[in-house]
T-cell receptor, first 111, second 115 residues
Framework: NAGVTQTPKFRVLKTGQSMTLLCAQD?????MYWYRQDPGMGLRLIHY???????AKGEVPDGYNVSRLKKQNFLLGLESAAPSQTSVYFC??????????FGPGTRLTVL | AQSVTQLDSQVPVFEEAPVELRCNYS??????LFWYVQYPNQGLQLLLK??????LVKGINGFEAEFNKSQTSFHLRKPSVHISDTAEYFC?????????????FGKGTKLSVKP
């Protein structure tokens, strides 16, 4: 099993550009999450999904959109990137109350 | 609402010395508790978890943690650290009593093990 994978690993954008980050999991987990990690801030939840076709806002959802068209995939979109969105993005998944499994992360720089 | 406080942002320690990384949480409902480790430029990996039962939980790499409900703490300990334990450690608590799987993370503690 590959676990949780994220595409791409690195990306540099210019202000105003758009992009989509892809998260895939092969563990048949119902729940999936997108976090951002910034120095000294820990992990902050952007959006999450409790099942195929469902999404919900987390702590810092502004400027991001998500979609969960297939159970195994969770997409994070930035419609108009801003320098404040420079961060490391992590995807995670789980079955609910138990531990979350994390992907390797995507390092995004917005110039 | 739940919250997590990691009391130390950085902990320097010499190799083979014991270490304790402190974590306190606040919650009005039953909680599940987790410690994760993040090595440089990697994702988070589960060290150990408390769901129920024994309050002393043993994890990977010789780490253990004790759930103390009265003090709302879940401190992480290791009796003798190695250089390879240098990493950032995150404490997390289940949100909403674990009903939706969300976790609330602390801001992290950077453990630096020196020779």
């Amino acid at each position: 099993n590959a676990g949780v994978t994220q595409t791409p690993k690195f990306r540099v954008l210019k202000t105003g550009q758009s992009m989509t980050l892809l998260c895939a999991q092969d563990m048949n987990h119902e729940y999936m999450y997108w976090y951002r990690q910034d120095p000294g801030m820990g992990l902050r939840l952007i959006h999450y999904s409790v099942g195929e076709g469902t999404t919900a806002k987390g702590e810092v959802p502004d400027g991001y959109n998500v979609s969960r068209l297939k159970k195994q995939n969770f997409l994070l979109g930035l419609e108009s990137a801003a320098p404040s969105q420079t961060s490391v993005y992590f995807c995670a998944s789980n079955r609910g109350y138990n531990e979350q499994f994390f992907g390797p992360g995507t390092r995004l720089t917005v110039l | 609402a739940q919250s997590v406080t990691q009391l130390d942002s950085q902990v320097p320690v010499f190799e083979e010395a014991p270490v304790e990384l402190r974590c306190n949480y606040s919650s009005s409902v039953s909680v599940y508790l987790f410690w994760y480790v993040q090595y440089p430029n990697q994702g988070l990996q589960l060290l150990l978890k408390y769901l129920s039962g024994s309050t002393l939980v043993k994890g990977i790499n010789g780490f253990e943690a004790e759930f103390n409900k009265s003090q709302t703490s879940f401190h992480l300990r290791k009796p003798s650290v190695h250089i390879s334990d240098t990493a950032e450690y995150f404490c997390a608590v289940s949100a909403d009593g674990g009903s939706q799987g969300n976790l609330i993370f602390g801001k992290g503690t950077k453990l630096s093990v020196k020779p």
